[in-house]
């Protein structure tokens, strides 16, 4: 009894890790966990050709391609080493649908890019909360628009409520926030010689706190509404003609984006 036990305990312990290794191309399995500059050499001497590298709040996204293959990888490195490896489709590799492996993911990614009228999808899989495009053209074009929205500091504009295109508005956001950090130093968006207010420090705190902060810092409440379980307001700053929208999450403040001042003066009570 003891030694069945004891191989149905090994067999359960083994099967584990299973659908983890699953989720990972056969070629470059035995590279997840490896330190990041030892598993970039071994990913160029089996052919692969390193194309961009993104930075997220935790991580980095690197993406790879094989020519050979017709494959592109992105990659996960959380603290200097590889953390996963998952093949996404080639538009991701800023190489077209056609020169990659012909899944439907690819597919998918050209179907939204040409429904919104665009050459090719500005975000990458990674961009989305589960690492992968959405499961059909309508919905990655959703979240496309409203990454590029977002990207942009276009206001947010979601007539038919998606849930889709308001996931893609905040990491467009997120995004614009990363490549822009420069600026959030002395503040975040004042315009020309006005004297800016710096609010990083309210991202993330509780949605009561975060809005006396703002009244006492000069802004007011001009404008909001719900989509789900996000809500969103536009507070106006007249003395130095900053003009942003806040979204709440479950209480907390999820981010603080900069958009155009004539956002809060058409609003304004």
Request: hydrophobic share 30%; with cysteine.
């Amino acid at each position: 009894m003891r030694k069945i036990l004891g191989c149905i305990l090994s067999i359960s312990l083994l099967a584990v890790p299973l659908p983890l290794l699953a989720d990972t191309p056969s070629g470059v399995s035995d590279l997840v966990g490896a330190r990041g500059a030892g598993g970039e050499t071994q990913l160029q001497e089996r052919g692969y050709i390193h194309i961009k590298t993104d930075r997220g709040d935790d991580r980095a996204w690197s993406y790879w391609w094989q020519p050979q293959r017709k494959q592109c990888l992105s990659i996960a490195v959380v603290e200097g080493r590889f953390d996963s490896i998952t093949e996404t489709p080639a538009p991701d590799c800023n190489q077209s649908a056609s020169s990659g492996s012909g899944d439907r993911a690819a597919a998918i990614a050209v179907g939204a890019a040409a429904l919104i009228g665009v050459i090719a999808l500005a975000h990458q899989s990674h961009h989305h909360d589960d690492g992968q495009h959405a499961g059909d053209e309508a919905s990655d074009a959703a979240f496309e628009r409203g990454y590029r929205d977002g990207l942009y500091s276009q206001d947010y504009h979601n007539p038919d409520r998606s849930d889709q295109y308001s996931s893609g508005y905040g990491a467009g956001v997120n995004q614009r926030q990363r490549e822009t950090e420069h600026r959030d130093q002395d503040g975040r968006g004042a315009a020309g010689y006005a004297p800016k207010v710096n609010l990083n420090d309210l991202l993330t705190a509780r949605a009561p706190g975060a809005e006396t902060q703002l009244s006492q810092r000069g802004f007011m409440n001009v404008y909001g509404y719900q989509v789900t379980d996000t809500s969103y307001t536009f507070w106006y700053n007249r003395a130095t003609a900053q003009c942003v929208q806040v979204a709440v999450t479950d209480g907390r403040v999820r981010y603080i984006s900069a958009i155009r001042e004539a956002s809060c003066q058409s609003h304004q009570r």
